[in-house]
């Protein structure tokens, strides 16, 4: 069974830049698009950011111009740079990946957590 696997989390200073990285643990085929999640203490899962394999990319309101994605399609790896980061950051952050003939996939989750 694939698995996502994802790294880079931790407790970063409010202002401060993460930056987390996703990787299958074994081949996907036919992904579509991957993406990040997060979800806060309380709250719903949100969608933070996509990119499709043509390389399109979208973005929550409350993180365009502060995050980047960007990912690798060869080795199916999606990577999420967050710059200027603010306690309402904090979460657990969830990689994602659709694909077309089969069942998404999702990650553990990576702790993020903003605060001084």
């Known amino acids: 069974q694939v698995q996502l696997v994802e790294s880079g989390g931790g407790l970063v200073q409010p202002g401060g830049s993460l930056r987390l990285s996703c990787a299958p643990s074994g081949r996907l085929f036919s992904v579509s698009a991957m993406g990040w999640y997060r979800q806060a203490p309380g709250k719903q899962r949100e969608l933070v950011a996509t990119?499709?394999?043509?390389?399109?990319?979208n973005y929550a309101d409350s993180v365009k111009g502060r995050f980047t994605i960007s990912g690798d399609n060869a080795k199916n790896t999606v990577y999420l740079q967050m710059y200027s980061l603010k306690p309402e950051d904090t979460a657990v952050y969830y990689c994602?990946?659709?694909?077309?003939?089969?069942?998404?996939?999702w990650g553990q989750g990576t702790q993020v957590t903003v605060s001084s």
């Open positions: 994602h990946a659709a694909l077309r003939y089969e069942d998404d996939y």
């Open positions: 990119i499709t394999e043509d390389g399109i990319t």
